[in-house]
């Protein structure tokens, strides 16, 4: 794969997340560009994911208290407890030598030197094992695998690796209409999947000529209850299901005994015409109760969307597509100043909100326009 060369540098005229994707647009092939900005079929969930945002509003609020502040959130309880300096996790993105020539290694580096947590796609460009050694916090992200025994040795190998939670995501057990990367001519190389070599296969199914290669051949080997049962039993580290869009799915996951789960709506890539993950998120909060934790990714693109999102019931937000376009313009340099950037406006938000700590963000932050 050739690379533009990234920056070594930080130009002066990149003072938020949209600088990094207008930079981006310069480093990048236009077929790959295409691949990692585009939603699907007409864009119309990933369109939503920023209009959602962008209507609602903050109180500005004043004359309160920060004598003692925090940002520190803690997610899962008991033994599982862990504890976050700021309500911020990367986002699991794959192919990231796409990106940059360092790839995963490049964004482990950069959420480590701000010690948040990075989690590591099945897909990623890089071994699990490389990209743990150069890494902080990291959580491993599984795609379900039809083979049991292929889903057991990646989780095996991320737990060798020092991964401290795993993540299976649910709402992608087949591609969603890719319109515009099929437009633009974009394909993946063949090698790519590094992760995914050797494992063990499923045995191969044969279907009739009436059968759909979808219906009856593809989704025959998406994660079902039991499998979920049987990765409970096996993984003794926090269990997130990832790509929760219903409040009777996250009601049902917190019953198979998961620790939380990601509202999502894959950042518009799945299923179009979802409603944004922020519109999602209250009636999950609702359904799982106060107890359980619950993260958001969608459409994140300033601190105050994340201050919205911690309003409406998360626990913490991932961040997706701005660590590629980070990553593009000056590598790991890149991604560590963007997460610095969210993390300065996040608490600029809170101080002018009249927020000292976490748990002062709820509801009554919000403005709320009457009918």
């Known amino acids: 794969m050739n690379h533009t060369a990234s920056l070594n540098y930080i130009p002066t005229d990149i003072v938020s997340v949209s600088d990094y994707e207008r930079y981006a647009r310069e480093a990048l092939a236009y077929d790959v560009l295409e691949y990692i900005n585009a939603g699907v079929a007409d864009d119309i969930t990933l369109d939503r994911n920023r209009i959602a945002f962008d209507a609602m509003s903050i109180y500005n609020r004043v004359l309160n208290n920060f004598s003692h502040s925090s940002t520190q959130v803690e997610l899962f309880s ?9 309500p911020i996790l990367l986002a699991p993105v794959a192919h990231q030598t796409l990106i940059h020539a360092d790839g995963e290694i490049a964004t482990a580096q950069a ?3 701000l010690n948040i947590p990075m989690i590591v796609s099945t897909l990623a460009s890089k071994r699990l094992e490389d990209i743990a050694q150069h890494a902080g916090p990291h959580w491993f992200q599984l795609y379900w695998q039809p083979c049991r025994d292929a889903n057991l040795e990646l989780i095996n190998r991320a737990i060798d690796s020092g991964y401290s939670a795993i993540v299976i995501t649910l709402d992608a057990p087949v591609n969603g209409l890719r319109n515009r990367p099929q437009r633009a001519g974009f394909l993946l190389p063949n090698d790519i999947n590094i992760n995914l070599r050797d494992l063990p296969q499923a ?7 009436s059968d759909s290669i979808i219906l009856n051949g593809f989704m025959s080997d998406a994660p079902n209850q039991d499998d979920l049962v049987w990765l409970r039993q096996q993984v003794k580290l926090p269990l997130i299901a990832k790509g929760i869009s219903h409040p009777q799915d996250a009601i049902l996951l917190k019953k ?4 939380g789960v990601v509202v999502s709506n894959h950042g518009g ?11 999602l998120l209250p009636a999950i909060r609702t359904a ?5 934790t619950v993260l958001l990714d ?5 601190g105050s969307d994340i201050f919205k999102a911690m309003a409406l019931g998360a626990n913490a937000v991932l961040i997706g597509r701005p660590q590629l376009w980070a990553l593009a313009t000056a590598g790991a340099l890149g991604v560590a100043h963007m997460l610095k950037l969210l993390r300065d406006e996040f608490e600029i938000t809170m101080a002018l909100a009249g927020c000292s700590n976490i748990e002062n963000i709820n509801a009554e ?7």
């Open 365 to 371: 932050s919000l403005f709320t326009r009457q009918a």
């Open 298 to 302: 969608s459409g994140i693109r300033r």
């Open 111 to 113: 959420a480590a030197a």
């Open 288 to 292: 799982v109760g106060d107890d359980f």
């Open 78 to 86: 008991g033994r599982l407890k862990q504890t976050l300096s700021h």
């Open 256 to 259: 198979l005994g998961f620790d």
């Open 269 to 279: 890539r799945t299923l179009d015409t979802l409603p944004a993950s922020i519109e």
């Open 203 to 209: 045995a191969t199914k044969t279907l009739n000529p």
